[in-house]
């Protein structure tokens, strides 16, 4: 397991993110640091906080700032295999199929870059966000001092902060390349997503049609066998012809060839 350095064309975030510091812990003064210079004071109302604590990197609602908010913490994944989440008969790691070295595109809080490491894969999980980012490696540190956990990974998760895009530029071994767009809120009011994809949107945003085009189009110039794109079950397909569809009850997995 390891964290790139690379650091490129970080997101300007849509939500303005207040950064709070309440520990003496010299990994994360400096993960604080660096934050703080990187997306710079905050100059209004701010609806969540990114708390650096006892612990570790937690994103709270600034209404209840006293109070525990998310955090990554990868020891809670149910790492059964057999019909558990370490299942490879699962509509993912069905459509990544036989290959070695994934990238995820699109990291997010991490859990299918994770479940893929588990399952065996060598996976790269690309994240630009510098919020997100400093939760994922404050996540991935910890997973590293649970020695079960951190055998179970095997050394096979690599963060990388970095522009997706700009990325793929510098590399030539991703045999598949897997994407999961940000999907627009649904516009029920009584449906509101998740509390943690709840507050990822609200951070980061959700990727608009020519931004998920652009990545998926790099891919495909990308990948040396195959690109995976998450999509809701009822949407249209990307691109026409797909090699493969792997359906669960309210997404799927889109496999194409690449170029």
């Not at 006293?66 to 558990?84: C, E, H, N, P, Y």
């Not at 991703?174 to 449906?191: L, N, W």
């Not at 990822?200 to 110039?221: C, M, R, W």
Request: charged share 25%; proline share 5%.
């Amino acid at each position: 397991m390891s964290f790139s350095k690379i650091r490129q064309d970080s997101v300007q975030h849509p939500e303005v993110v207040e950064v709070v510091i309440e520990t003496q812990d010299d990994r994360l003064v400096k993960e604080y640091a660096q934050l703080l210079q990187r997306v710079g004071e905050k100059n209004g109302e701010s609806k969540y906080t990114i708390y650096f604590g006892a612990r570790g990197v937690e994103l709270r609602l600034s209404s209840l700032a006293q109070k525990r908010g998310i955090l990554v913490d990868f020891s809670k994944i149910d790492r059964r295999t057999g019909a558990g989440n370490l299942s490879k008969k699962q509509p993912l790691p069905k459509a990544i199929g036989n290959h070695s070295h994934i990238v995820d595109a699109t990291a997010g809080f991490g859990k299918d870059a994770m479940l893929l490491a588990l399952m065996g894969y060598n996976v790269t999980a690309i994240e630009q966000s510098p919020i997100i980012s400093v939760m994922l490696r404050d996540g991935l540190y910890r997973a590293q001092q649970n020695s079960e956990l951190n055998n179970a990974i095997g050394g096979r998760l690599t963060l990388v902060e970095s522009n997706s895009v700009q990325y793929f530029s510098n590399i030539n071994n991703a045999e598949v390349i897997y994407i999961d767009p940000m999907f627009p809120p649904k516009k029920k009011k009584s449906a509101l997503p998740p509390g943690r994809i709840q507050a990822l949107q609200s951070i980061v945003g959700h990727e608009t049609t020519t931004e998920t085009a652009k990545i998926f189009e790099a891919a495909l110039q990308t990948a040396t066998q195959r690109v995976v794109i998450k999509r809701p079950i009822h949407s249209p397909t990307i691109k026409k012809n797909p090699i493969a569809i792997h359906e669960g009850k309210t997404i799927r997995y889109e496999v194409y060839r690449p170029n």
